[in-house]
């Protein structure tokens, strides 16, 4: 057995705003790798994987040239990546935007994790518009934008989130190492 570090959920404050850690030198260079070109807007690291590497970023609410940049979570890590990406490729989101139509309980929580991210992401710079990430609040449009939004903020924030980071994990995630650069 590999010995993995347990995934750790980053405790909200009471004022709603996720404590990251700083991005060092060594952590720039591995998301540099993992992405295959220069990080953006990188504001902290919200959250790694058991091995150690940066699995999601808190990304600054603009570029370093002021263009806009409204997704606050981005998820790095190429192999949760492309895990996310086979479950979209199965049809996974339609199904949930179908659910969403018709469970007003999941709406509602939905609805509420747009508002927490749009809130902190307006505490760090607003950008003047309500548009978040993913699809929220109506649609769902991007698990790796869901995922990363659990990841950075823990579970029963966003529901869709917490649905997708189950579903890795009952494909047997987290296990061994993320390799930076791939599986
Ligand atoms: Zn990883």
Not at 28 to 52: D, F, K, N, W, Y
Not at 103 to 110: H, S, T
């Amino acid at each position: 057995m590999p010995s993995a570090r347990p995934l750790t959920f980053v405790a909200v404050s009471s004022t709603g705003t996720p404590q990251f850690e700083p991005v060092t030198d060594a952590d720039r260079e591995v998301i540099r790798e993992q992405l295959g070109r220069p990080p953006r807007a990188l504001r902290a690291v919200a959250a790694r994987c058991p091995s150690g590497h940066p699995a999601v970023v808190q990304t600054n609410p603009r570029l370093e040239n002021g263009t806009p940049f409204p997704t606050l979570y981005y998820l790095t890590c190429p192999r949760l990546a492309s895990m996310v990406g086979r479950l979209e490729a199965s049809g996974l989101m339609r199904e949930m935007t179908e659910r969403l139509e018709a469970d007003p309980g999941l709406a509602d929580r939905y609805r509420r994790a747009h508002e927490s991210y749009l809130a902190q992401r307006d505490a760090i710079e607003p950008l003047g518009h309500q548009v978040t990430a993913g699809g929220m609040p109506g649609r769902v449009k991007c698990l790796h934008v869901h995922l990363a939004h659990t990841l950075a903020c823990g579970p029963g924030v966003n529901p869709f989130g917490d649905e997708t980071l189950a579903l890795l994990k009952a494909t047997g995630w987290p296990s061994g190492d993320c390799a930076p650069s791939g599986e």
